[in-house]
């Protein structure tokens, strides 16, 4: 099966700061990629599929880029509310492995 | 509105049965194919399995695989995961999921239950 690891597990960062985290697969998927952002004790919200296309009413701060196996979620403008644990998940076939997560901090 | 509302988690002991149940609302259950997510208590996402919008392809994680089996009733908008040979590291927040568009397979999570806890301990 394919493997999905993020980098970092997490990191502490200040409002107004640009956040970068990667997402690598074992094996190409194309962008059959997703991200989703899980608050604290909140279920996980879809933020981008398709590696970058925006789910409606996410913020433009976030952005999703990369194809292949490599992939980065970029949160611009970092902002208190952002606080969470950010998930990849790929989904070009079953098993639809997540990434183990990365911990956003202010 | 969209409402998935899990059921059936409780305290079992290692070894044992459950059946948790998702009854759904607000869409055409019908039409879309449903998963099963757990998150341990601490821990990340792990993906559990699917089942198509008819029901006639369902998929595994490796690690329930054999020991899970998922189903659907689509006359009772109801998404069931029976879960046979329960050890403790099936200890997890279960949530029912529904993929994000009609008819689509592999899909990304477009909605997610609040979840059922399943505790595996003696």
């Known amino acids: 099966d394919i493997q999905m690891t993020q980098s970092p597990s997490s990191l502490s960062a200040s409002v107004g700061d640009r956040v970068t985290i990667t997402c690598r697969a074992s094996q190409g998927i194309s962008n059959f990629l997703a991200w989703y952002q899980q608050k604290p004790g909140r279920v996980p919200k879809l933020l981008i599929y398709g590696a970058s296309i925006l789910e409606s009413g996410v913020p433009t701060r976030f952005s999703g880029s990369g194809s292949g196996a490599d992939f980065t979620l970029t949160i611009s403008n970092l902002q208190p509310e952002d606080v969470a644990t950010y998930y990849c998940q790929r989904y070009n076939t079953a098993p639809l492995t997540f990434g183990g997560g990365s911990k956003v901090e202010i | 509105e969209v409402q998935l509302v899990e059921s059936g988690g409780g305290l079992i002991q290692p070894g044992g049965s459950l059946r948790l149940s998702c009854e759904a609302s607000g869409f055409a259950f019908r039409d879309y194919e449903m998963n099963w997510v757990r998150q341990a208590p601490g821990k990340g996402l792990e993906w559990v399995s699917s089942?198509?919008?008819?029901?006639?392809?369902?998929n595994y994680a490796d690690s329930v695989k054999g020991r899970f089996t998922v189903s659907r009733d689509n006359a009772k908008i109801s998404v069931y995961l029976q879960m046979d040979s329960l050890r403790a590291e099936d200890t997890a927040l279960y949530f029912c999921a529904r993929g994000r568009l009609r008819y689509s397979r592999n899909d990304v999570i477009g909605y997610w239950g609040h979840g059922t806890l399943v505790t595996v301990s003696s």
């Open positions: 089942i198509s919008s008819t029901g006639n392809t369902v």
